[in-house]
Nanobody
Framework: QVQLVESGGGLVQAGGSLRLSCAAS????????MGWFRQAPGKEREFVSA????????NYADSVKGRFTISRDNTKNTVYLQMNSLKPEDTAAYYC??????????????????WGQGTQVTVSS
């Protein structure tokens, strides 16, 4: 079992930055590919970014490419999402997820079998 806890969300003005963290416990995340997804009210959960277990592969949704950066520190059992140039349309609950490492940097939510509770990001215009 892997427990995931997100932090770092909050309220920020458009153009600002936030850094989300996802702290894992229970097992080392080096066994897992890690991803970030988000869900806005009334919308389906959507892929944001993912990173392979070794960090050699990253994947981004087109909507965040060039603005968000995913990274991981397996020694700290933590995954990060640096979000720059935030837009009001980035407002959502952000979820961290873990998938078996052979899924690499999957953008498919059903590949992920562990999920955190989410952290809210609100971007004001």
């Amino acid at each position: 079992q892997v427990q995931l806890v997100e932090s770092g969300g909050g309220l920020v003005q458009a153009g600002g930055s936030l850094r989300l963290s996802c702290a894992a416990s229970g097992r080392t995340i080096s066994r897992y590919a890690m991803g970030w997804f988000r869900q806005a009210p009334g919308k389906e959960r959507e892929f944001v970014s993912a990173i392979s277990w070794s960090s050699d592969t990253t994947n981004y949704a087109d909507s965040v490419k060039g603005r968000f950066t995913i990274s991981r520190d397996n020694t700290k059992n933590t995954v990060y999402l640096q979000m720059n140039s935030l837009k009001p349309e980035d407002t959502a609950a952000y979820y961290c997820a873990a998938a078996p490492k052979y899924y690499s940097a999957s953008n498919y939510p059903y590949d992920y079998n562990y999920w955190g509770q989410g952290t809210q990001v609100t971007v004001s215009s």
